[in-house]
């Protein structure tokens, strides 16, 4: 999960060793104006285990720009780690990086976060869907080029499962073994999303607050109460979800792209992916609704060749950037043109992904007050989870997890 990860930044300069900051130009004595660009991505993204990926694509943008001659300065930093070093140091930070989605403000409120405009803007705006633009969109201004979504979705054991039985949690329950995340603050909001429950409207309006209280909130967390009391109902923590389905015990569990070949190695031909199921609420069917967001390459507005940056970071998000990184390291594409390509949508993981962002997700919020709502939630899915939660005082329960939700942090 991006939000949790504890990623350790790692400059690693490949070329132009000693230099620091954002990339400068000069001409060159060909006529070519010479430009250096910074441009980090995440270590395995440059690693000869993986192909190289960012490498291969900088060069094929130096072949395809012969104006500029464009010495390239490589550093490490994840998608979360970048945000973090642009935020504190953005003049002496990389002129193109990854970032994911939910770090967006804390990036722009440091001005660390070049807006895209113009024809560039119309590429970008062209090779994605407006749900996904809108994880990149504050206050009308575009500030990256999405190169994958960031969700979760279910992966299932075709051999106890059938296509029609992994569309309702309850039909599940009845023929196998479920297990999920109870406890993670980033899965547990799926259910209360399902009944009605919101965070700051759409997720961007922050006058809103959280809406996780009232009568809403407490069936979801009575239904949840005794969901833990079904034998075939399992709590998946610690990775006791991949565990079980490696050794038989659990047919069912919920994640994402990152567990993708950890669940083929358990299930093999029997791997299954679809979209998150509905429950059944008081005799009512509701939809399961994950967070949503996504992944994407940023420019610092403090580089020296501004053009040259924005065009690299384009093309590294673009349709040949995502293909190449799809063939690569099964980064699951996002562009518009690739997700109508049948070979990749015969990939089971890039169909329950690209279908869990498109129709079972709401965006994930990236306000600042969101960071107040991880905790109140984790902590009332330990309270069900362990057994403080109860019928009796779920009301009481709910309304105090609401109330932290909306304060300035607990």
Aim: net charge negative; with cysteine; hydrophobic share 35%.
């Amino acid at each position: 999960m991006l939000r949790k990860k504890c990623a350790i930044f790692l400059a690693a300069c490949l070329f132009a060793a000693g230099l620091t900051g954002c990339g400068g130009s000069v001409q060159g004595n060909e006529g070519r104006e010479k430009v250096r660009l910074m441009v980090w991505s995440p270590s395995e993204d440059q690693s000869k285990a993986s192909g190289e990926w960012l490498q291969k694509m900088c060069r094929s943008f130096a072949e395809e720009n012969p104006q500029w001659d464009i010495t390239f300065v490589y550093g490490v930093a994840d998608e979360a780690t970048a945000a973090t070093q642009v935020s504190q140091d953005p003049e002496a930070s990389a002129d193109v990086f990854m970032f994911a989605n939910d770090t967006l403000t804390t990036m722009t409120d440091a001005k660390a976060l070049a807006k895209f405009g113009g024809k560039y803007r119309k590429e970008i705006e062209e090779e994605n869907t407006p749900e996904l633009l809108k994880s990149l969109t504050l206050d009308g201004e575009l500030y990256g080029v999405p190169f994958t979504t960031n969700t979760w979705y279910m992966y299932y054991d075709k051999a106890v499962f059938t296509e029609e039985d992994v569309k309702n949690l309850e039909s599940m329950l009845s023929k196998g073994t479920v297990s999920f995340p109870l406890t993670n603050s980033w899965n547990l909001p799926a259910f209360y999303f399902g009944n009605g429950c919101s965070l700051f409207g759409d997720g961007t309006d922050e006058s809103k607050g959280a809406d996780f209280g009232g009568e809403k909130a407490v069936e979801v967390t009575n239904y949840l109460i005794d969901l833990l009391k079904n034998p075939n109902f399992k709590v998946d923590e610690g990775g006791s979800g991949i565990a079980g389905l490696r050794d038989g015990s659990i047919h069912a569990m919920f994640s994402g792209s990152w567990d993708a070949n950890n669940v083929k190695e358990a299930l093999g031909e029997n791997m299954g992916a679809a979209a998150l199921p509905t429950y059944t609420l008081n005799g009512q069917k509701k939809q399961l609704y994950s967070y949503a967001g996504s992944k994407a390459i940023g420019v610092n507005p403090n580089a020296k060749n501004m053009e040259a940056a924005v065009k690299l970071a384009v093309y590294l998000g673009g349709e040949k950037g995502q293909k190449l990184h799809y063939e690569l390291r099964n980064v699951i594409p996002c562009n518009k043109k690739l997700l109508e390509d049948k070979d990749i949508l015969s990939d089971l993981v890039v169909a329950a992904q690209t279908e869990t962002f498109d129709k079972t997700s709401v965006l994930q919020p990236f306000v600042p007050k969101m960071s107040n709502c991880w905790v109140p939630v984790e902590n009332m899915g330990k309270g069900i989870r362990n057994g403080s939660v109860t019928h009796e005082n779920a009301k009481e329960q709910v309304e105090a997890m609401n109330k932290a939700m909306n304060s300035d942090g607990i």
